[in-house]
């Protein structure tokens, strides 16, 4: 017999594919939408700055089953602070962190500010760069124990904390990040194919988020190929 917690991912997820395919051709063409218009490498995140970055993991003792959440160490990240549509400076905007991690196999984690309560962690909320302000992964992950959510809130200039939360629980903090000093590389990011190790997209989020993240592999010019060439370390 199915277990209720089981059952009940199962009808959500079910649920989800229909509802995540339809979103991901309407995401697919209001990123198209945007490239036309503005002609660019990047349609989405067209302004930013780039940081070297030191990721500090404290642990914790309620486990995910995640090691990177779970376990302390140090790392290096790469680290994008940007705004989704590139709206005059001091205007409201969806603020963007984007963390890459070599030591992950080079995988990507993108936060774009949201609430913070229970329902509204899930929606997206133009903010000003300046303000206090939550960015989370806006769609959950799949963990071994069940869906966690990943968040990253400022705490001082060049330092924020990270943060997961199991589904819509209490936000519990694992690490601190710190942007050292500005750097040259030019990352593109890509949640879908590069993710944390333990961490997986559940399949309706790949199908919500792919054709939006394809059709950007396509403005920029990237071959499916080269794509996933990040992927080996």
């Not at 302390?72 to 205007?91: D, K, N, Q, Y």
Request: hydrophobic share 40%; glycine share 10%; charged share 20%.
């Amino acid at each position: 017999m199915t277990s209720l917690p089981r059952a009940a991912e199962e009808l959500a997820t079910g649920a989800g594919r229909v509802a995540a395919r339809a979103g991901g051709l309407v995401l697919e063409g209001a990123t198209h939408a945007v490239a036309v218009a503005r002609r660019a490498r990047k349609p989405l995140h067209p302004r930013g700055t780039v940081w070297e970055a030191e990721l500090t993991r404290t642990g914790t003792l309620l486990p995910t089953g995640v090691p990177w959440l779970d376990e302390p160490g140090t790392e290096r990240a790469i680290v994008r602070v940007s705004a989704a549509f590139g709206f005059p400076h001091g205007w409201p905007d969806i603020q963007g962190l984007a963390l890459r991690l070599p030591e992950q196999g080079n995988a990507d984690v993108l936060l774009a500010s949201t609430g913070s309560g229970r329902f509204s962690r899930f929606l997206l909320r133009p903010v000003k760069s300046s303000g206090w302000h939550l960015s989370t992964t806006l769609l959950p992950y799949r963990g071994p124990e069940g869906p966690l959510l990943l968040a990253a809130a400022p705490t001082e200039p060049q330092q924020y904390v990270l943060l997961r939360a199991e589904g819509q629980g209490a936000w519990v903090a694992f690490a601190v990040l710190r942007l050292l000093h500005e750097s040259a590389e030019q990352p593109s990011f890509d949640p879908v194919r590069r993710t944390v190790p333990g961490l997986q997209n559940y399949d309706w989020v790949r199908r919500l988020r792919e054709p939006a993240y394809e059709t950007a592999r396509e403005d920029r010019g990237e071959s499916p190929s080269s794509a996933g060439r990040d992927n080996v370390t």
